[in-house]
């Protein structure tokens, strides 16, 4: 909700299988993904690769209730940010990926 009154246009996807048809159908500038997405521990490693081919420049924002989340499993997103996560955080980190410093 946040993200769309910022002026993002927000597409939903309830399982990792439906993310990575969406990213192999459409190009997105960001992608949030749960680093494990329903339950998947490889899910969002899983959005990352796949949003790194299929969209050029593609910003993969990750987040995670896993306070031990090691860095290996962290390694190659553009942000990471961990639950729980304020709206004006998220929106935030979605800014700072996309804005050029």
Known sequence: MMLTHAGATVVVSASPEH???TLAAR???VVLTDLGFN????AGRRVLDAAR???TGCKVI???GRKDAEDDDLKGFDRVLFKPVDPFDLVAAVVGVVTPD
């Open 19 to 21: 993310v990575l048809a």
């Open 27 to 29: 190009v997105f500038a």
């Open 39 to 42: 339950g998947d521990a490889m």
């Open 53 to 55: 081919q299929t969209s």
């Open 62 to 64: 990750a987040v995670t």
